[in-house]
């Protein structure tokens, strides 16, 4: 068994960007460009609540550090470097590799260098505690307070892969391999919309991640904006792996679905081609699927404009389970 600090230096310490103090002291030093501010955030993974104990490590690292990301492309935020907690219940070295990988590998996409943490024995189970830096001109920051009545309602990606995979591992839905093997992706190695929100910036109002479900992650929106909504069921854009699914299934998936780690944001629409330019510019598909309304509370209406009725619920770590 490796020691503590044989695994950091062995799995957590890369060079660090120029003039970046990394791991190995204290603290870790990072620049701020002038006029801009840091941008932070944090999320926990739990083992048997956030992920199963045997999912891939690559795939473990990979998401533990996209989660995080996501929030920062969901403020519009450049990443700067982040900071990785880890309570380990053992060091298994081919483990500590594969979920290093699949960490680095990510953050050397985005810029966003591991330059420091924590790293302890958990006489439980699995933690991993995630906090990304990132640097944002905030006048240009994409807060949850700035959706206007009258904003077109945007999300970028497809909707509802993620949740059709974790029900058919759940065994929430009946076993179907091929489905399975094409949503797993979007539950496992979710790409975080990083480019998307720093194009996003000075055009869009407000946006929010996906990690609760549509309805619940918009909800955060409206409630900090003062806001209501309406969503177009038709036009949300579904992944085409759930083709033929029943619709209570893709009404669940599509409203309620979470670990989406799409963006959803509001622009006026004045600003609709800028938005289809930003999503081109960042190879992200964007869709129009509603509007900001003076009215609290959402309304979800179907093709022939009728409210859906029977609307799912997001994901609540304390709500019934
Ligand atoms: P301290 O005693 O100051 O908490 P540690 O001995 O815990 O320092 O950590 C030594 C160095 O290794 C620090 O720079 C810390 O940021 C870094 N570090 C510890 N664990 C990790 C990790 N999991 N990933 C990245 N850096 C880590
Ligand atoms: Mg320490």
């Not at 591992?169 to 093997?181: E, I, K, N, S, T």
């Amino acid at each position: 068994m490796p020691s503590e600090f044989d695994l950091i230096a062995q799995y957590f310490t890369r060079p660090a960007p120029d003039g970046v103090l990394g791991v190995g002291d204290d603290c870790a030093l990072f620049p701020v460009p002038a006029g801009m501010q840091v941008a932070t955030s944090k999320d926990l993974l739990v083992s048997g609540r956030h992920f199963y104990p045997d999912v891939d490590p690559r795939a473990l690292g990979h998401k533990a550090l996209a989660v995080n990301l996501s929030d920062l492309g969901a403020m519009g935020a450049r990443p700067i470097g982040c900071l990785l907690g880890l309570a380990l219940p053992t060091a298994e070295p081919a483990w500590l590799a594969g979920f290093a990988e699949g960490f680095h590998a990510l953050a050397a996409r985005h810029g966003c260098a591991l330059i420091g943490g924590d790293t302890t024995r958990s006489p439980h189970d699995l933690v991993i505690s995630v906090t990304v830096f990132g640097a944002v001109d905030p006048a240009r920051a994409l807060r949850r307070d700035a959706a206007k009545p009258g904003d077109d309602i945007w999300v970028s990606g497809r909707l509802g892969a993620a949740d059709v995979a974790y029900r058919l591992l759940d065994g929430q839905l009946p076993a179907d391999p091929a489905r399975l093997a094409a949503t797993r992706g979007a539950l496992e190695w979710p790409e975080p919309r990083v480019a998307l929100g720093q194009a996003l910036g000075g055009i869009a109002h407000a946006a929010i991640d996906l990690s609760d479900g549509l309805l619940q992650d918009l909800g955060h929106i409206l409630t900090a904006s003062k806001a209501g909504a309406r969503i177009d069921y038709a036009a949300l854009p579904l992944a085409d792996a759930l083709a033929g699914l029943p619709e209570p299934v893709l009404r669940r998936a599509a409203l309620g679905g979470g670990d989406v780690y799409e963006l959803c944001f509001t622009a006026p629409p004045e600003a609709r081609d800028a938005v289809l330019a930003a999503g081109a510019r960042t190879g992200a598909p964007v869709a129009r699927v509603g509007a900001i309304t003076a009215e609290a509370g959402i309304q979800v209406r179907d093709a022939q404009g009728r409210p859906l009725a029977d609307l799912p619920g997001g994901f609540d770590h304390f709500g019934p389970a």
